[in-house]
């Protein structure tokens, strides 16, 4: 998803957060969209649980996967 909410409910120091803010900026000023991926350890994914758990509560305590930075091919054909 979008990097700032992701990794603003990211378990990160704040070394670990400025950091990883820094490479989305550097990734995005080469040209690329970028996505953070994380995960959650704690969710029950049963359909009942699902339907309880409120979107906030989704988006904290995550672990940071990583960052990916895309090449949007639309984009890259008109700077051409």
């Known amino acids: 998803g979008a990097p700032e909410v992701l990794l603003n409910g990211c378990l990160l120091s704040a070394s670990e957060r400025q950091a990883a803010f820094a490479r989305v900026a550097e990734l995005a000023s080469s040209g690329l969209r970028v996505l953070a991926l ?31 930075g ?3 091919a639309a984009a890259h054909r008109l700077a051409m």
């Open 38 to 68: 994380a995960w959650r350890h704690d969710i029950d994914f049963s359909v009942d649980t699902l339907c309880d758990f409120e979107r906030f509560e989704a988006e904290t305590q995550l672990t940071l996967a990583g960052l990916v």
């Open 70 to 72: 895309l090449l949007a």
